[in-house]
């Protein structure tokens, strides 16, 4: 699980970091916002007891991958495409976790040919779609329409995130979780859960284009120049989602699968953080689709 630190043809360094099997089939892994390679942690055993090569490179702005502007999800393929090269995969699948959605929905758009299984976690999908925010609270959407219009709004929020968090982490952390669902507040009752997110926080806040790669994210999230009816009806896109999330809610996996042309829903107890405890269900259902389509 040691990091790697490419070198882009660009000239851009772009971090990653592996798990699951070594040796398994390679899988792309989006992390979240506020996230980092981290959150592949998730999934990491159950991936390397399955035969699962977890593949997660730290989005620009996070850690050690330099800052980079976007538009728009398409953007980010090319890093994909790149590190595939260098790595020699002609194949593989990917997962998108919460706001690594439109990322691993963009590579599935662009590389359809290439991607074997598709997995959404607690998916933030279009934040336009009819129907997708009912049951997020008005703060969070307050903010998202802050960052999909006024970038300068969004950036100052997360400056003022920023020096929250470096005041105090542990009081930063404490504060985002009491305004999450019951099943996650009990979830990051556990030391190991809460210390994973911590990390997953100094990952963000010690890029010095954290904040200006945090309001890009928001915007993202419009998915401009990306439609879910635009993906490939031939790829099941498999979503997993807890029915008492209220970061992005279960309505979002509701207008997901109402527009994707091709999908498989599994909503299940739990909050958010619902693929922490589900990660061998959704590696066993990643494994059967790689076996029926082979």
Known sequence: MSPTLFMMQSGRRLEVHEYGDPGGHPTFFFHGLIGSH?????VHEAARRAGIR???PNRPGVGRSEFVPRSTPLDAVADIEELARTLGL???SVIGLSGGTP???AVLRRLGNRVQTATILSGMGPSELPGALRGMDVRRRLILAIGARRTA???QFFEKSERR?????????????????APDREMFRRAEVYNLFMKDLEEVFSN????????QELAIYRWRGLSPRDLPAGHRVTLWHGLSDNIVPPSMAWAMVRTLPN???????GGHFVAIDAAGAIIARLVEQLGSSR
């Open 38 to 42: 981290h959150q592949a942690s998730y």
């Open 54 to 56: 977890i593949i997660a």
């Open 90 to 92: 002609s194949v593989f």
């Open 103 to 105: 990322y691993a929905m």
């Open 153 to 155: 709004m969004a950036r």
């Open 165 to 181: 968090y470096r005041d105090s982490p542990r009081t930063f952390l404490d504060r985002l979780i009491r305004t999450w669902s």
């Open 208 to 215: 010095p284009g954290a904040t200006e790669s945090l309001a």
């Open 263 to 269: 999908a498989e829903a599994h909503l299940l107890p």
